[in-house]
């Protein structure tokens, strides 16, 4: 059982990256995905989730309407869009799975959780 956070790097303010967040060994679809994120010197931050089986999503305020959540089935993966990227985006991303979970799944304790990936947001 593994998953795994990749797609990070190096974008210039304004710009865009997409998060994947790929399943083995389990079905992604039974679980929500919270992605999370954690800059330098701060705590950890849940930003984002889709709950399983119908897809509704939540979004932290920071991130709402910039960054956008999704899955593909087929793929058993997980995305998260990043539009107009700021500094302040700047950290380690992380993705985690909640069986049967609800898009309020930052608020539990995940099953699963990936090594993160690296986004830094710099001119």
């Known amino acids: 059982v593994q998953l795994q956070a990749f797609g990070g790097g190096l974008v210039q303010p304004g710009g865009s990256l997409r998060l994947s967040c790929a399943a083995s060994?389990?079905?992604?679809?039974?679980?929500?995905i919270g992605w999370f994120r954690q800059a330098a010197g701060k705590e950890r931050e849940g930003i984002s989730c889709i709950s399983s089986l119908d897809d509704r999503t939540y979004y932290t305020d920071s991130v709402k309407g910039r960054f956008t959540i999704s899955r593909d089935k087929a793929k058993n993966t997980a995305y998260l869009q990043m539009n107009s990227l700021k500094p302040e985006d700047t950290a380690v991303y992380y993705c985690a799975a909640l069986l049967y979970g609800s898009r309020w799944c930052l608020d539990y304790d995940m099953n699963y959780w990936g090594k993160g990936t690296q986004v830094t947001v710099s001119s």
């Open positions: 060994g389990f079905i992604l679809d039974d679980y929500a």
